[in-house]
Every structure is written in C-alpha cells, then in structure tokens.
C-alpha cells in the first residue's frame, strides 16, 4: 500500500496507459480521479475500478483535454471530492493529424499542441496551487520515444513531445524545494486499444497491418519487442511513491532500449 491516503488525477484514465497507471494506485490504496470524453464508458470504468478495489476511492469527471475549463474543472474536482491532490498524470495526449510537413495544416499543429502540451500546462499550473500550499507532490508527464527522437510524418507529435520534457525539466527547478517531484515517462510502442486499431500506421500513412507495424516498431528496440501498459504504470508507481522521491527533472525511458538514454 505504497499511496495509501494519497490522492492521483489521471487525465486519458480509462482506457491504456491511463488506465493502468489508475489500476495500479488503486491497488495500492490511492484515490484516483479520471477525466476523458466519453461520459458513458468513464462511469462505467469508475464502477469496474471501485467494484475491484473499493467503493468510493475511484471517480470520474468528463472533460476534453484541449478544453482550459475542462482541465482546471477536473483538478478543481478532485480537490473538492478528496481534499486535496497529491499526484497529477498527464496522460493524455496524441497528435491530430500526421502528415509531412510540408502538407501539415495549421489546423493539425495547433490542435496537437493543445491535446498535449497546453493541457500538460492547464493541469500542472492548477495542480501545483495545491501542491505549494501543502509542500509536497508529484507530477508525472507522460511524453514519449518520440519526445527524445524524430520520425518521419510525426513532427507535430514530436515537437509536443519534446516540450513536454522541456517543461518538466523547467517545472522541477522550481518547486524543487517545495516537496514537489516532476518527471516524465517516455514509453516506446505500447500495445493498446489505439495500437490495436492501426492508429498510428493510418494517421502517418503506413499503411500496414497490425503485425506489420508491430514489427517495424519492435526492431527499433533493444528487446525487439513492444512495452506492455504494466512496465509503464510500474514506473508511474515508482515515480509517486516514497522510493521515488529522490528522482526529479528527468525523461525515463521506458520503450525496451530504443531512445537508449
């Protein structure tokens, strides 16, 4: 019970790493709030979560992370609901569209940089008026492989990537000697329901099957493999909990040794 009496607020919790990372606080005895679009199948999530592993200690609020009144309702929520926030994950994130950047629209930047880094902004900003006053916190940013490497077709995402880290090292130079803790997660391929679904080989253009994608993705690490949801949540657990406490301002790869630093 490494969280418990602790409190996390998930944005993209219901389903991939999102999920998983919300799972494995719950597990060990946190509050969790989770925030994303689909008011149906979050109540739905939040009642699967609390079934498992307690009434009352997972909530759901629905809001779009490119919405700034979403993102600082969400936070404002979470504090209303359990006093307090102690841990922030901004998870969600994506790119709107992929394409080469000389065919990239204003339109597909804007809004990759709004899913990713102006919704890590709105939550942290709001986050960290809590965490200041309490002397103590953890945000952990979820970046990618991407946020330290280039692909082509994948600058939007890339650029909003990179930021993410950007911020996070800024962020932890100052709250520092607060009693708050900001790092990022830098997954590699994760096997998801967007995976699963051919997301990134449709919207870059690849056009190959699931297994095609897999392949290629996979060769690019040292495990020849793709991640699971599980090694990411352990670091996220790692990163919220006591034993991570001496750990801030950095980009930990978890990807199987394809960004190898």
């Not at 942290?124 to 946020?147: D, F, H």
């Not at 990022?184 to 329901?193: E, F, Q, S």
């Not at 919207?203 to 990411?232: C, H, W, Y």
């Amino acid at each position: 019970m490494q969280l418990e009496g602790k409190t996390a607020a998930i944005t993209g919790g219901t389903a991939g790493i999102g999920r998983g990372i919300a799972e494995a606080y719950l597990a060990e005895g946190a509050n969790v709030a989770i925030m994303a679009r689909n008011p149906d199948n979050g109540a739905k999530i939040t009642e699967e979560m609390n079934t498992r592993h307690g009434n009352g200690r997972a909530i759901f609020v629905a809001g779009d992370v490119m919405d700034q009144n979403s993102v600082e309702g969400f936070i404002d929520a979470t504090v209303a609901q359990f006093g307090t926030i102690d841990i922030l994950v901004n998870n969600a994130g994506g790119a709107s569209d992929l394409a080469p950047l000389v065919d990239l629209t204003d339109k597909a930047f804007d809004e990759t940089m709004k899913w990713n880094i102006y919704s890590t902004f709105w939550a942290t900003r709001r986050a960290l008026k809590t965490m200041i006053a309490q002397k103590s916190g953890r945000v952990i940013n979820i970046s990618s492989t991407e946020g330290k490497m280039g692909k082509p077709t994948f600058a939007p995402y890339t650029v909003a990537k990179h930021g993410i880290i950007g911020m996070t090292k800024s962020v932890a130079q100052e709250v520092g000697t607060m009693g708050i803790t900001v790092n990022a997660i830098c997954p590699g391929l994760v096997i998801t329901d967007i995976i699963k679904n051919g997301g990134p080989a449709t919207a870059s253009g690849l056009g190959m099957t699931f297994d095609e994608m897999i392949t290629m993705f996979s060769q690019e690490s040292a495990l020849k493999r793709p991640n699971t949801v599980e090694e990411i949540a352990a670091m996220a657990l790692l990163l919220a909990s006591d034993a991570g406490s001496g750990i801030t301002g950095t980009a930990l790869s978890v990807d199987g040794g394809t960004a190898q630093y």
